[in-house]
């Protein structure tokens, strides 16, 4: 929690909430106190769990601290945006957490002329940092609320290098294709083999495998003779459905 921010819009603890003397000692933020509380806890997020945990890409490092992670969350919980875990996002879904997502970006090693796929778009926030450290993203959403939603706010945001659709990512978008980096925001039973056909040789295919309590977070890179899988640790990811992925 960072200095002041109980305080917005609270009312102050009294008997009677309504009292004239306890309304007066309301305190409201201006717009510029609230940037700058969000700004410190950015910052603190990315010493404590960023850097502090091992990413080293500076490039992933300096896209965090300047996305507006709040923005990307429901008025309701906009104290916990820069909290050490995964958020609501509505329609039962989550934005992951900020070391996941640093993780699953860092382990693409873009440099910045990629054509990125993204499955899983959620809040849009993943796809904002890839939109900060490649050419262009392509992004899958099966759930068109929170698609529609993730392009209005990534419109606000003022990024053009982005492209949403609405559908089954397992499958993956094949008018693209090839890429040069895949992620999946999702946890998947098996490697969707749509999205191993869509890889560029030399692309790397970051995807959360295993079953629905855990996972292994897994890169997997195509060469000239064929592709490489290495395992990068565990995660818990909610459920990739579609043809290639858990079925209803
Ligand atoms: N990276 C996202 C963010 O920053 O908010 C969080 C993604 S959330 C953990 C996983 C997302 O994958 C959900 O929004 C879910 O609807 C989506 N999803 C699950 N299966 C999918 C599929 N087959 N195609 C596209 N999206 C899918």
Known sequence: MYPGYKTWGAVVA?????????????????SETISNDFAWAREKMVQEQIIGRGIKDARVIEAIRKIPRHSFVDAGIVNR??????????????????????????????????????????????????AE???????????????RKARALLDRLDYHNIAIHVGDGTIGWSDHAPYDAIVVTAGAPAVPKPLLEQM???GRLVIPLGDEQSQL???????TAGFEEEQLGECRFVKLWGKYGWRA
């Open 200 to 202: 560029a040789i030399g």
């Open 14 to 30: 009294g008997a009677n909430p309504v009292a004239p003397t306890i309304r007066s000692s309301i305190k409201v933020k201006t």
């Open 133 to 147: 450290l490649c050419f262009n993203v392509f992004s899958i959403e099966r759930i068109r609320a929170l698609a």
């Open 81 to 130: 945006s820069y909290d050490d875990g995964a958020l609501p996002i509505g329609e039962k879904q989550t934005l992951s957490q900020p070391y996941m997502a640093a993780r699953m970006t860092e382990a693409l090693a873009l440099a910045g002329a990629e054509k990125v796929l993204e499955v899983g778009t959620g809040s849009g926030y993943q796809t904002a940092l890839l």
């Open 217 to 223: 977070l897994t890169r997997i890179t195509r060469g």
